[in-house]
Nanobody, 126 residues
Framework: QVQVVESGGGLVQAGGSLRLSCAAS????????MAWFRQAPGEEREFVAA????????YYADSVKGRSTISRDNTKNTVYLQMNSLKPEDTAVYYC???????????????????WGQGTQVTVSS
């Protein structure tokens, strides 16, 4: 089972950008579908973006579509989430998640993923 660690969160003004990184351990990283979720205080954890193990398939929540890009580098065992035009409502703890999968297979529910990081805080000021 892969282990993941997020980084790259911080405080940014509205309209700014951040790139989150998720570093994974394990020799089979390239067989894992990966995703980003976020959770604001008092809210449920919500899907942000997902990428298949080959990187050929991606999917985004409507709330971030057009402003965010998920990508992966299997040679570095790392997944990225580039977020642009950030809004105060993007403020949340962002979590990286992983699950071994077939290519083209993606999950959109937290229950589909079996490896989670500790999260990285993103705060967008108005």
């Amino acid at each position: 089972q892969v282990q993941v660690v997020e980084s790259g969160g911080g405080l940014v003004q509205a309209g700014g950008s951040l790139r989150l990184s998720c570093a994974a351990s394990g020799r089979t990283f390239s067989r894992y579908a990966m995703a980003w979720f976020r959770q604001a205080p008092g809210e449920e954890r919500e899907f942000v973006a997902a990428i298949s193990w080959s990187g050929g398939d991606t999917y985004y929540a409507d709330s971030v579509k057009g402003r965010s890009t998920i990508s992966r580098d299997n040679t570095k065992n790392t997944v990225y989430l580039q977020m642009n035009s950030l809004k105060p409502e993007d403020t949340a703890v962002y979590y990286c998640a992983a699950n071994i999968a077939r290519d083209h297979e993606l999950g959109f529910l937290p229950s589909w993923y079996n490896s989670w990081g500790q999260g990285t805080q993103v705060t967008v000021s108005s």
